[in-house]
């Protein structure tokens, strides 16, 4: 069983930054070997794919409301994906999640069999 703690969210002004963290565990579970990503979800909206960064970290992909603002990182040693968010904007405000998947399809949300509970981000103007 896999397990997935988001931490690092709170309430900011526009114009901040937050740096989320992800650890992940499991007794049978290898970090190293799946793709991550984060996601988030506002009120009254489908959960959205934001970033995810390939198995040994050398590749990263964004979607375009992530594309300049944020960074996905991971430390393969810590077991434990980033994802720094700057120039923060109210649009922001969601509950934000990591995932983990074996599959190269990292824009799909179905294909996440593994996700952490989610950690608030509040963006006020």
């Known amino acids: 069983q896999v397990a997935l703690v988001e931490s690092g969210g709170g309430s900011v002004q526009a114009g901040d930054s937050l740096r989320l963290s992800c650890v992940v565990s499991?007794?049978?579970?290898?970090?190293?070997?799946?793709?991550m990503a984060w996601f988030r979800q506002a009120p009254g909206k489908d959960r959205q794919w934001l970033a995810a960064?390939?198995?040994?970290?050398?590749?990263?992909y964004y979607t375009d409301s992530a594309k300049g603002r944020f960074t996905i990182s991971r430390d393969n040693a810590k077991n434990t994906v980033y994802l720094q968010m700057n120039s923060l904007k109210p649009d922001d405000t969601a509950v934000y999640y990591c995932?983990?998947?074996?599959?190269?399809?990292?824009?799909?949300?179905?294909?996440?069999?593994?996700w952490g509970q989610g950690t608030q981000v509040t963006v006020s103007s």
């Open positions: 995932a983990a998947t074996g599959s190269g399809r990292y824009w799909d949300r179905t294909v996440y069999s593994s």
């Open positions: 499991g007794r049978t579970f290898s970090f190293s070997s799946v793709v």
């Open positions: 960064i390939s198995l040994g970290g050398t590749s990263t």
